[in-house]
Each structure stands twice: as structure tokens, then as C-alpha cells.
């Protein structure tokens, strides 16, 4: 049993409120979630010659003390593209010039404990194990600014407790997807996907999930195309949510099993998993409120 929750914010000037408006709902889905939590947000995109990347420091011995200047200083100095870091905790955003895998790469080669969380031009990924409550003050949550968001809270069912196992995962640029349920068919879908050159770093069925849509995106499908195939793919009970830097997306299986709520306004879309982290929303008594439907695709344009 696990907790999503998502958030679109329909009108620019509310983006300031986006973290705000979000704590609530991810420490609303605590019991569904106590182990560990995590967000990825949505942006503006930086310029078409920049990317950036969130990397987690909390596997190194210094965890939260990693020293992130000298790892900006040493990229610069071998690659010079530039970088610059937005450090909190044990994360940091690393933007940089140029294309994203040969600073990647060093990222790794230099301190091969740093955890890559996602990669991009408008994504930001925070997660970590501890309470809702505790990610959301350690990362300071409610200072979050965006168009769009992604959050989990976990209750481990079939891997372990660790960082790299929390929600959201990503593959690829700018995707990212949380998930409640439970997957029957991960390895198969790993052993489909490995041969075309896909890697995993995790035994998690949601990674499985994950780099499937993010390959058939790269194949050349939209999203409803990548959706669909998952229906016919993946095997299992699940509530997706799914974000890109223009869209959120949310699908739950043919029997729809997991839970999950969604409540749209002129000003916003919000999802969850139950309402009670909804209720708190501006003006959600004139909001439309709906269960979605199984096997249906439902997409919100930033």
C-alpha cells in the first residue's frame, strides 16, 4: 500500500504555491505511506543547450556534509561545461551546458556512491527514507515553485527500504512515474527490455514500469500511444501517475484496484490516493471530484 499524489497548477501566477499547496497532500497519505517519500517537480525548461541533473549524496560516507563544491569544481575543470550547484541536504541540482551523458559519467567515475536521480531540463527530484513530514522539512517542500508535480509516500512491499527504491522514478528526460500496486510481470518486462540496451539499477517492479513507457516515448509514441501499450504490457494492479514537462497523466489497471481521487477546478488539478488530501485545497467544495474510470488514460496539459 502506497500514497500518490499529484498537482497542476492551471494559472502561472499560482506556481509560487505549488510546494505550499502540496505538503498537505503528501503528509495527507502518511499511513498509506510511513517508509519513505518523494516529489519530482516541474518547471520552466531551461534553454535548449543546458540540462540538469538531481544526484542524492546520502550513500557517500559524508552524506549530507558531501562536499559538492569540489565535485562542481572538478567538473568544470575536465569538461568545462559550466556547471553550477542548488544544494539541499544531501541532494543537489547540477546544471550544466551541454548534453547530459559525459557529465553523468563523471558524476559516477568521481564519487560512484552519488545516486542520479533524474535528468532534464524542467525536472527537479527529491526522495529519501523517513516520514512524509521528515523528506518534506529536510528538502523543504513548501518552498517548492512549479507548473506541475509527482509525490509518493511508500509502504515497502517487494524491495527494500533504501533511497534509490523510493518514488518517483525516472528514465530518460524530463518522465517520471509513481506507482501504486503491485507489478506480476517486472522481470519479464526487464528481460524484454535489457537486450535493446535498457539498464535498471534497482529490483523495484516500478523501475520496470518506468523505462518501458519512457522507451516506447524514444520509439516515437505520445503519451496515449506509450500509455496504451502499457495496458497491454504490464501485468498487475496499478494506479500510475506519471509527469513530463507538459503533462501529467494518470492510468489505474482494467480492475482498478488501487484508489485514487481527482479533483479539478479552474485554478488547479489535484490527484490522490484517498480525498482526505484533497480537502484542503482552495475553493475543493465547487470542485469537480471524480473516481477515474479503469483502464482509461486521463492527461492534463501545463
Known amino acids: 500500500m502506497c500514497g500518490i499524489v499529484g498537482l497542476l497548477l492551471k494559472k502561472p501566477q499560482l506556481r509560487s504555491q505549488l510546494g505550499e499547496l502540496m505538503v498537505p497532500m503528501l503528509i495527507g497519505m502518511t499511513e498509506r505511506g510511513p517508509d519513505s517519500a518523494g516529489l519530482a517537480v516541474f518547471g520552466d525548461p531551461l534553454p535548449d543547450s543546458q540540462r540538469k541533473i538531481s544526484v542524492y549524496s546520502g550513500l557517500t560516507e559524508a552524506a549530507a ?18 556547471a553550477k550547484a542548488q544544494v539541499k541536504g544531501n541532494h543537489a541540482v547540477i546544471t550544466f551546458e551541454g548534453e547530459a551523458a559525459p557529465v553523468k559519467a563523471f558524476v559516477k567515475q568521481h564519487t560512484p556512491l552519488l545516486h542520479i536521480l533524474s535528468t532534464g531540463r524542467s525536472i527537479d527530484l527529491y526522495k529519501d527514507i523517513g516520514t512524509p513530514a521528515e523528506v518534506a522539512q529536510r528538502y523543504r517542500f513548501g518552498q517548492l515553485s512549479g507548473s506541475h508535480l509527482v509525490g509518493h509516500t511508500r509502504m515497502a512491499t517487494e524491495s527494500a527500504v533504501t533511497p534509490d527504491r523510493a518514488h518517483p522514478f525516472t528514465a530518460g528526460e524530463d518522465f517520471c512515474l509513481v506507482h501504486n500496486g503491485s ?9 524484454m527490455l535489457e537486450p535493446r540496451g535498457i539498464t535498471f539499477e534497482t529490483d523495484n517492479d ?3 514500469a ?3 513507457l519512457e ?3 524514444r520509439e ?9 501499450k502499457g495496458f497491454e504490457a504490464l501485468d498487475g494492479f496499478f494506479t500510475f501517475l506519471m ?15 488501487k484508489p485514487a481521487v481527482v479533483a479539478e477546478t479552474d485554478d488547479y488539478v489535484a490527484i490522490a490516493s484517498e480525498f482526505r488530501s484533497l480537502a484542503h485545497l482552495p475553493d475543493v467544495k465547487h470542485a469537480k471530484v471524480f473516481e477515474p474510470a479503469p483502464e482509461e488514460m486521463y492527461v492534463w496539459k501545463a
Do not use: K, M
Not at 220 to 228: F, T, V
Not at 243 to 257: K, M, N, V, W, Y
Open 65 to 82: 556534509s558531501y562536499d559538492w563544491a569540489a565535485l562542481v569544481g572538478a567538473l568544470n575543470e575536465t569538461l568545462d561545461v559550466g
Open 206 to 208: 516500478t523501475e520496470a
Open 220 to 228: 516515437g509514441d505520445d503519451l496515449h500511444a506509450a500509455l496504451q
Open 183 to 191: 507489478l506480476s510481470n517486472p522481470y519479464g518486462v526487464r528481460r
Open 243 to 257: 509527469g513530463t514537462s507538459t503533462e501529467l497523466a494518470l492510468i489505474r489497471d482494467p480492475f482498478a484496484c
Open 215 to 217: 522507451w516506447r516515448l
Open 210 to 212: 518506468c523505462r518501458f
